[in-house]
């Protein structure tokens, strides 16, 4: 038996942060994560680090370039012989990214003096934690507070059944090591346009099924119009609407019948097939007998806007509760538990919580849609810059999309920003923080912004909102 102040089960973007800095705040602190790469090898950093966010940025810059090269660099005077991609070093490299960054995790969590072990974490009653080592060993350990961080994993489609090399979840479609000259993705959220987006660059013809009848529903309908224009310019062939009936591997090739609500029944064959419709909670054998803590019928576990499950200092945060499935919103959870359970002073703005798409043009939003603000009745006006009025952007051969500023007409309040274009992911921060800070439009005319620079149409957006903007003609 080993007693702690503080156990966090996950070691992902929710749960290292969470125990850094209950490690920052001087108490005794273990943080158990369970992650297992193909080859066995244990990990910390989740999918996150692991599957997710850091290998899936590394194919996409890699594949951006291979584009670039040979689609942009003859406008620049670049004169190049045939461009070809070697994929086992792009995946080298990938690994090597991935490799360097989850093993820094391990020294981070001991620099702050946390105790870090590898293997499956069980809350039982009474705030003890079961922790079965991956050589089968088994130990228990107690604490004064324990935060749930297990994370979430790729939901399954019973259509579809994963075979691990023809078709395969996001993870796999990340471990290509050839690039497949058919490729069927379905899900044309988040997951699937950026992967999508890597092979279609590499090569492949890509071919996306979205079982919604809209294009990114959960972004500004300016923006998701926008992109849908961009994304099937580059070739990625998106349909709208249809349900995936079966798919079967045959003599190699994938065989997959759908509906798109016109017809019964339709076919495509592909080389390969993604399947990432979505993320659901990994919260299964997380919960011993007798523990209190509740898990909905989504698999979720309930807590309050403190991220506390209701059971005496047991918390949950990140993919595992209720909100966006983000690594920046859980590791800000688990950071703002941390200082709770150490008595300090935390807060999480859900309002101010960013969203971004890394596909070319990148696509980021904070706050509300256009939508979502006319649904409110609240009185509005919006801004619009379209970034071929930036010289920047133009140097760049960067004009595609526009930033989009949405403010309240009474007291000029920033509702919400959407910009898509060249890093629009960066280019958030700035609206981020001034949200934050509930800053009105007038306050972003009058910042200055360095010329010549991208950030520039989020001032001439703020600017267009009230029709004083100066490089473009006001409507």
Do not use: C, M, N
């Given at each position: 038996m080993s007693d702690y102040d503080v156990i966090?089960?996950?070691?992902?973007p929710a749960?290292?942060?969470a125990a850094i800095r209950a490690g920052q705040n001087r108490l005794k602190v273990v943080c158990i994560d369970e992650w297992r790469n193909y080859d066995g090898s244990a990990t910390f950093g989740g999918t996150c680090l692991n599957a997710g966010c850091i290998p899936s940025k590394a194919l996409l810059e890699s594949s951006e370039l291979f584009h670039r090269a040979q689609a942009e660099f003859s406008v620049h005077g670049i004169k190049t012989g045939p461009v070809a991609m070697d994929v086992a070093a792009m995946q080298r490299r990938k690994a090597g990214i991935v490799r360097n960054m989850t093993g820094s995790i391990v020294q981070l969590l001991k620099a702050a003096g946390v105790t870090a072990v590898q293997g499956h974490g069980k809350l039982l009653a009474?705030?003890?934690?079961?922790?079965?080592a991956h050589d089968g060993s088994v130990m228990t350990f107690s604490s004064k507070h324990v935060v749930l961080a297990s994370g979430s994993q790729p939901m399954p489609l019973k259509t579809a059944a994963l075979d691990g090399t023809h078709i395969v979840d996001s993870w796999g479609a990340l471990e290509f090591d050839a690039v497949p000259k058919r490729l069927g993705v379905i899900?044309?959220?988040?997951i699937g346009l950026e992967l999508g987006s890597v092979w279609r660059r590499l090569g492949a013809d890509v071919v996306v099924l979205e079982a919604m009848p809209t294009f990114l529903p959960i972004a500004d309908q300016q923006l998701a119009k926008e992109a849908m224009k961009h994304f099937r310019r580059q070739g990625l062939d998106i349909r709208l609407?249809?349900?995936v009936l079966g798919a079967t591997v045959t003599q190699g090739e994938v065989w997959v019948n759908y509906s798109d609500g016109t017809v019964a029944s339709q076919s495509l064959t592909v080389d390969k097939l993604v399947v990432c419709i979505g993320r659901r909670p990994h919260t299964a054998d997380l919960l011993g007998e007798g523990t209190g803590v509740v898990i909905d019928d989504r698999g979720l576990i309930k807590v309050n806007d403190h991220c506390h499950t209701g059971v005496e200092n047991v918390w949950a945060v990140g993919d595992c509760v209720r909100g966006p499935m983000l690594a920046h919103k859980g590791k800000e959870e688990g950071i703002a538990v941390a200082d709770r359970i150490a008595g300090l002073?935390?807060?999480?703005n859900y309002e101010t919580i960013p969203s971004v798409i890394y596909t070319a043009p990148e696509i980021a939003w904070v706050g509300q849609t256009e939508e979502q603000v006319k649904a409110s009745g609240r009185p509005y006006k919006v801004g619009c810059f379209p970034f071929i009025a930036s010289g920047r952007a133009r140097a760049m051969e960067s004009s595609q999309g526009f930033a989009k500023l949405l403010a309240a007409r009474d007291d000029d309040q920033i509702l919400g920003v959407h910009i898509i274009g060249s890093m629009a992911g960066e280019l958030i921060a700035e609206a981020v923080l001034a949200m934050e800070y509930s800053a009105s439009a007038?306050?972003?005319?009058?910042?200055?912004?360095?010329?010549?620079?991208?950030?520039?149409?989020l001032h001439e957006a703020a600017l267009a909102a009230d029709k004083r903007a100066i490089d473009m003609p006001n409507r």
């Open positions: 966090v089960i996950g070691g992902g749960g290292y942060p009474g705030r003890k934690v079961e922790f079965t899900g044309a959220g988040v609407g249809t349900k002073y935390a807060h999480v007038e306050d972003l005319q009058r910042t200055i912004h360095a010329h010549p620079t991208l950030s520039e149409a």
